[in-house]
């Protein structure tokens, strides 16, 4: 046990009981052997997409800054294969909503959303984005699943980067783990028809 | 009020003042179908010489509140319009009231350009129309509101929002 520069025994933290451990470099299940690796598409794919998510940063208030320090060296989404924001909603995977949005930015959020190419996901970041926050008031959308459906919601007002880490850890599971034919489905289809999009 | 200031309102709008008062700021009551003429009387008296707008804004008193005798005549809903006579450094503010049911006031774009925006907000939040305006519609809330947010008998709080269903903890 080492000392830490406060001058207290550094204890080492240990992963909370029970909670389910996310990594970003566990393969998926297969067959292996001298020089090959076999699995199945969906997991490949998965791997894929996980790996290299290209997000777009819907970042307008607060909770853009703390992205930002997400960003950033010291936290930096550049480890999950996430250093290529995607300004374009065009080649974008993930739509990273981060900050109140006000009624009047609702349209343009979603024609966003509509212009991203499937698959897309969807990570709310803060209490603004998910529920509207402190901004119970007429002119504050209160949480943007009431226009686009979201697949993780990142609770905070706003999240240290280490919650938006979590959160984008969690995205990169359901890319992984989602089977190919999921936006196919009716339940799918019954979803976009649900928020009215084509 | 300052005598000669009042001396001089008095001279350019007469009758038209309907109180005056010494607040920080001189304050005198018109009319709202007498504003747009005692503004451009003001901005044209070489004396009085009001010729910045700083601020234009709607205001509502819900019935018992403001002025005396004002809200018995059911006037609740304002407007006060803040000038600047920047050689002098003197400011007023000019105030009218109307009734909610017909909130109509003439435009000062005419005379200020810099009030087309403020109207704009104006109408956006508390509905008063200003007549002779150039382009009324919202300016600052979604074009499908169908509600004058400011106005006090419009409940602030979002009421779509669910999660303050609670007997004990909600709102």
Known sequence: MGVNPMGKPSVPIQPLSGAKTLSPVEPPPGLEGQGFFATTLDAAVGLARKGSMWPLPYATSCCGIEFMSTAASHYDIGRFGMERFSYSPRQADLLMVMGTIAKKLGPILRTVYEQMAEPRWVLSVGACASSGGIFDTYSVLQGIDRIIPVDVYVPGCPPRPEQILDGILRVHYLASHESLRRRDSEEYKALLAHYGIE | ?171
């Open chain 2, 1 to 171: 009020m300052d005598e000669a200031l009042l001396a001089d309102l008095r001279r350019v709008l007469g009758e038209r003042i309907l109180f005056h008062e010494a607040d920080d700021v001189p304050t005198i009551g018109v009319e709202a179908s007498a504003l747009f003429d005692a503004v451009t009387a003001l901005y044209r008296d070489e004396a009085l010489a009001y010729r910045y707008l700083t601020d234009l804004f709607g205001m509502h008193y819900p019935a018992g509140a403001g002025e005396a005798g004002r809200e018995a005549r059911g006037e609740d809903l304002g407007l006060q319009v803040l000038l600047y006579n920047m050689e002098k450094g003197r400011r007023l503010r000019v105030t009218c009231r109307f009734p909610v049911g017909s909130p109509e006031v003439a435009s000062l774009t005419p005379l200020f350009p810099a009030a087309n925006w403020l109207e704009r907000e104006t109408y956006d939040f508390f509905g008063i129309r200003f007549k002779g305006h150039p382009n009324l519609k919202r300016i600052l809330n979604i074009e499908s509101m169908t509600v004058f947010p400011m106005r006090k008998d419009f409940p602030l709080e979002d009421q779509s929002r669910e999660d303050k269903d609670d007997p004990m903890f909600g709102r």
